[in-house]
């Protein structure tokens, strides 16, 4: 993320803390535990759990989170292993940098898991990380692997507790079911609770330790389940698999998924008794996992669009392309000033040459010309820069949009090739007759005149036809500059955005525009070449050029070869960045100026699927906040700790007093 994005963040951040905040007795702006965990995060849990989960942010233990605990939260929420670096804190309440067994089983006795069944911190296992004699600290890199192998250590405990009647090591399939809903909690899904004891009992009365670890096991692991069944499903290209298609890419992948699991997982989905199970059928298996519903159109959505919108929306684009087209211009025009003179310098062995480089030529523009003189022929360039920009920008768009892939929304190479060419093709039109009076106009300073040469003087002089003066050539030079730069500036804006939100920032956009016009600008600077000098006034004495052929080959005769890259760097230094702040303006104005009656297009809106919803989503969880419903997922589904629900919805309200007041309603579930 960059420096610009990261304090645009910031601000949002300090808004949103704001509105769930109060003043304490300190006359500092804080947030209320209760309020923190239950209106701001969504997560429903029991009173005596609110300072529990609180504690992650309230690292004071003050009973309130500050500006900077709620800052220092947010970053953490933005690491893949938050849930691990929550649990830590919850465990170490004092902040002393290391938990004891107490500090671990205060936490525990908390979880609903717990509640329904004790988990022994007394077992060998325990003492194997914490010692023998149980005293000893655990540091946070400790941690993970120890509260990630938690869940299966009560899972063990839970069945020894169950065969201490049982002579064979087995217990019944009822208890079993029972015992393992209770651990699960959350993450046991409805369709789990429904039908896994007449799954069970269709195979046996009893269960053994094996038998029970194994679903344990499956349910543990059903997102990397779910991955390799992707992954077959993609590679055979086929919508459902049998368990031998899965076995053989599950023992290649990870030792973990065993087949004792995988018979489990295909008598668990495999409804109609085909052999065969699909991708959906997941669903059925993890409680957050979502499918995608599309919603049936508004009838007013699915109107077609007039003709008047269309021409509307034509010219909102050309609006902000003009804009856009006349900042890149004008930020760049001495440099393009440069670039003309030395282009239509001639060059042979006897004579001595006015301008020795392009350095040169812009300190002797600004001796003997003054800055008006490096400003010369910009109105005509602005006065045409926008339709110019306006249809090969259009034109663009247009020919992308025949090209792209209505469902994927990809577009193949040679279809972004083509639409920047014929982008450049159309725009030539407008582009020559700017271009000859711009360049008449900038070259007209090295002949001293006291004569002011004006650019309606240059029109009445060419005439219509003489607009149009070297135009092959100008063909020539814009429809592949335009074929290279828009494919390559797509590209590198897509490598630029943000890979959270998918938005690029401005200084990304003109990065990316900027570095897409080197190698468009400098590849076409032949033809650009001999445009000018077709397009240039020739001077007394020297005969005109005739023709576009022509003119290449007596440039290269009197000239040589080199003479085709004069004003090569002049013109990488003035397109690119041109191009840069066109693009960015263009882009920018369009966020800043949406068209009014163009509708937003939302993405398909999710469906959940199970049971599990450990907290309501909230539309103030920005920057690391996004990953709230995931991180507490992963606390509740991973790592065992989830705790007994509360019922309430806990809101804040503000009073026309300015009082602050929090509002309770039962029934929350």
């Given at each position: 993320m960059s420096l610009e994005e990261r304090a645009s963040t910031r601000s949002a951040l300090r808004k949103v803390f704001k509105k769930y905040a109060i003043e304490n007795?300190?006359?500092?702006?804080?947030?209320?535990?209760?309020?923190?965990?239950?209106?701001?995060?969504?997560?429903?849990?029991?009173?005596?759990?609110?300072?529990?989960?609180?504690?992650?942010?309230?690292?004071?233990?003050?009973?309130?989170?500050?500006?900077?605990?709620?800052?220092?939260?947010?970053r953490i929420m933005r690491m893949p292993d938050a849930h691990f670096r929550l649990a830590f804190r919850m465990c170490d309440k004092k902040g002393k940098g290391n938990i004891t067994v107490e500090d671990f089983m205060a936490v525990m006795r908390a979880t609903q898991a717990y509640k329904e069944v004790k988990f022994n911190k007394d077992c060998s296992w325990m003492k194997l990380h914490f010692g023998r004699n149980l005293q000893r600290h655990m540091r946070p890199d400790e941690f993970p692997q120890f509260i990630a192998s938690v869940p299966r250590e009560h899972i063990r405990q839970a069945f020894q507790s169950l065969i201490k009647d049982s002579t064979d090591g087995s217990i019944d399939s009822i208890a079993y079911c029972d015992t393992l809903a209770k651990l699960k909690g959350p993450s046991f899904t409805k369709y789990l609770k429904d039908n896994l004891l007449g799954m069970v009992t269709a195979q046996t009365t009893r269960i053994?330790?094996?038998?029970?670890?194994?679903?344990?096991?499956?349910?543990?692991?059903i997102e990397l389940v779910k991955q390799i069944f992707s992954d077959v499903v993609d590679k055979l290209e086929e919508?459902?698999?049998?368990?031998?298609?899965?076995?053989?890419?599950?023992w290649r992948f990870s030792e973990a998924i065993t087949p004792v699991q995988t018979t489990l997982l295909w008598r668990l989905l495999d409804h109609d008794n085909t052999g065969k199970i699909a991708l959906k059928d997941f669903a059925l298996l993890i409680p957050s996992m979502t499918v995608s519903k599309q919603t049936k159109p508004k009838e007013e959505d699915s109107k077609p669009i007039t003709a008047g919108q269309k021409v509307a929306v034509q010219a909102y684009r050309f609006a902000l392309s003009s804009v856009g087209g006349a900042a890149g211009a004008a930020t760049v025009y001495p440099i393009d000033l440069v670039k003309t003179r030395l282009q239509n310098q001639v060059t042979t062995i006897a004579d001595e040459v006015l301008y020795k480089n392009s350095f040169d030529c812009f300190k002797k523009v600004l001796k003997f010309e003054g800055i008006r003189g490096l400003y010369r022929g910009l109105v005509p360039q602005l006065c045409g820069v926008s339709p110019e920009k306006a249809i090969k920008m259009t034109t663009n768009d247009a020919v992308r949009q025949y090209f792209t892939d209505p469902k994927s929304g990809d577009i193949p190479l040679h279809g972004e090739i083509l639409a920047g060419g014929m982008g450049g093709c159309a725009q030539v039109m407008f582009t020559n007759p700017i271009e000859i009076v711009k360049i008449r106009l900038q070259v007209a300073g090295e002949v001293a005149s006291t004569r002011q040469v004006t650019a309606m003087q240059v029109v009445r002089e060419l005439g219509f036809s003489g607009l149009y003066k070297g135009a092959r050539a100008c063909l020539l030079?814009?429809?592949?500059?335009?074929?290279?730069?828009?494919?390559?500036?797509?590209?590198?804006?897509?490598?630029?955005?943000?890979?959270?939100?998918g938005v690029t920032s401005f200084p990304k956009i003109l990065l990316a525009a900027t570095l897409a016009g080197v190698p468009s600008a400098s590849l076409v600077t032949p033809a650009d070449v001999i445009k000018t000098r077709l397009q240039v006034k020739p001077k007394e004495g020297v005969e005109p050029y005739k023709g576009l052929v022509s003119c290449a080959q007596r440039l290269y005769k009197e000239e040589g070869f080199s003479v085709f890259w004069k004003g090569a760097p002049a013109r990488m230094f003035r397109s690119s960045p041109q191009f840069g702040v066109t693009l960015a303006v263009y882009e920018m104005l369009q966020r800043w100026f949406p068209y009014g009656p163009a509708k937003k297009i939302e993405p398909p809106k999710a469906k959940k699927?199970?049971?599990?919803?450990?907290?309501d989503a909230n539309s103030d969880h920005i920057g690391?906040?996004?990953?709230?419903?995931?991180?507490?997922?992963?606390?509740?589904?991973?790592?065992?700790l989830w705790f007994p629900r509360s019922g309430k919805i806990?809101?804040?309200?503000?009073?026309?007093?300015?009082d602050f007041k929090i509002v309770t309603t039962e029934g929350r579930g």
């Open positions: 007795e300190q006359g500092q702006l804080v947030i209320p535990s209760v309020v923190f965990v239950r209106d701001f995060l969504r997560w429903d849990v029991s009173d005596e759990a609110v300072s529990l989960v609180a504690s992650v942010a309230d690292i004071g233990n003050t009973g309130s989170i500050s500006l900077d605990e709620f800052m220092a939260m947010e053994s330790y094996s038998y029970f670890t194994a679903l344990n096991a499956l349910l543990h692991n919508k459902e698999i049998t368990k031998d298609q899965f076995d053989q890419a599950a030079r814009d429809a592949p500059f335009s074929a290279i730069y828009f494919p390559t500036y797509a590209h590198l804006k897509q490598g630029f955005a943000d890979k959270e939100t699927i199970g049971s599990y919803v450990p907290h690391g906040f996004r990953n709230t419903e995931r991180t507490f997922a992963n606390l509740e589904q991973k790592l065992g806990v809101s804040t309200e503000i009073s026309s007093a300015g």
